[in-house]
């Protein structure tokens, strides 16, 4: 493996890269987000594993707000609205200072959520959103972006299983149809814009899922087997 600092090349291999999990409930995202950062802390590499909404004291709050359930009454647009603030906080105090220190940023959801749940799903409007985004994210966008793709129900029924005697949050209770409309919306976008974004197959193991995972990264980041 090289080591950094030799040459301008292998400076750059080590620079700082932004990768987002994205996909519907139950689908493995912080589970692979971990061992992503298990496999590339053992490269030599400096991450940072984050989430959203949260990541910082003020958007974690947002997040309890929002998953209670007690803002479900506010439009899609209103709750793309608390996102944003909560994803533009997480971008300023966390995100942008990890990247630029050179840190690897692996985030579990970032602004594509918002485009599935509240746009997609929950019809806010694309302009509202794309002007959120703006604001909130502006350059900082993801180097790669991977979607945990499975059906809805299975992804609920490893949701529920996950949790146990825990209450499912404001988004799990939706319906099943609702969930799928979020698993197309996420493909659209894989579709969209496939220079960014790498569709991995996550019905299979939490093993085969981390090979896939690791595949993707090494062909779309790394320019070596690590």
């Given at each position: 493996?090289?080591?950094?600092?030799?040459?301008?090349?292998q400076?750059?291999?080590?620079?700082?890269?932004?990768?987002?999990?994205?996909?519907?409930?139950?689908?493995?995202?912080?589970?692979?987000?971990?061992?992503?950062?298990?496999?590339?802390?053992?490269?030599?590499?400096?991450?940072?594993?984050?989430?959203e909404?949260?990541?910082?004291?003020?958007?974690?709050?947002?997040?309890?707000?929002?998953?209670?359930?007690?803002?479900?009454?506010?439009?899609?647009?209103?709750?793309?609205?608390?996102?944003?603030?909560?994803?533009?906080?997480?971008?300023?105090?966390?995100?942008?200072?990890?990247?630029?220190?050179?840190?690897?940023?692996?985030?579990?959801?970032?602004?594509?959520?918002?485009?599935?749940?509240?746009?997609?799903?929950?019809?806010?409007?694309?302009?509202?959103?794309?002007?959120?985004?703006?604001?909130?994210?502006?350059?900082?966008?993801?180097?790669?972006?991977?979607?945990?793709?499975?059906?809805?129900?299975?992804g609920?029924?490893?949701?529920?299983?996950?949790?146990?005697?825990?209450?499912?949050?404001?988004?799990?209770?939706?319906?099943?149809?609702?969930?799928?409309?979020?698993?197309?919306?996420?493909?659209?976008?894989?579709?969209?814009?496939?220079?960014?974004?790498?569709?991995?197959?996550?019905?299979?193991?939490?093993?085969?899922?981390?090979?896939?995972?690791w595949?993707?990264?090494?062909?779309?980041?790394?320019?070596?087997?690590?």
């Amino acid at each position: 493996m090289r080591q950094p600092g030799a040459t301008g090349k292998q400076t750059a291999t080590m620079a700082g890269k932004f990768i987002t999990f994205e996909g519907g409930e139950g689908a493995g995202k912080s589970t692979q987000a971990r061992r992503l950062a298990d496999r590339l802390s053992a490269s030599g590499r400096a991450v940072v594993v984050t989430r959203e909404p949260g990541g910082t004291p003020t958007a974690e709050s947002i997040r309890r707000l929002l998953l209670s359930g007690l803002v479900k009454e506010l439009s899609a647009d209103d709750e793309a609205i608390l996102f944003a603030a909560a994803r533009a906080d997480h971008v300023e105090r966390v995100i942008r200072p990890a990247l630029a220190a050179g840190r690897w940023v692996l985030c579990d959801r970032f602004a594509d959520s918002t485009h599935a749940y509240q746009g997609a799903a929950g019809g806010a409007d694309e302009a509202l959103l794309s002007a959120l985004d703006r604001v909130a994210v502006g350059r900082t966008r993801p180097d790669l972006t991977l979607i945990l793709d499975l059906p809805a129900e299975v992804g609920l029924a490893r949701a529920g299983a996950r949790q146990g005697d825990e209450a499912p949050d404001r988004f799990e209770r939706d319906d099943v149809a609702v969930h799928e409309r979020r698993r197309q919306a996420f493909l659209t976008i894989a579709g969209r814009e496939p220079e960014r974004c790498v569709v991995i197959d996550a019905t299979g193991d939490e093993d085969t899922v981390a090979d896939a995972v690791w595949q993707a990264v090494r062909a779309r980041l790394l320019d070596e087997a690590a």
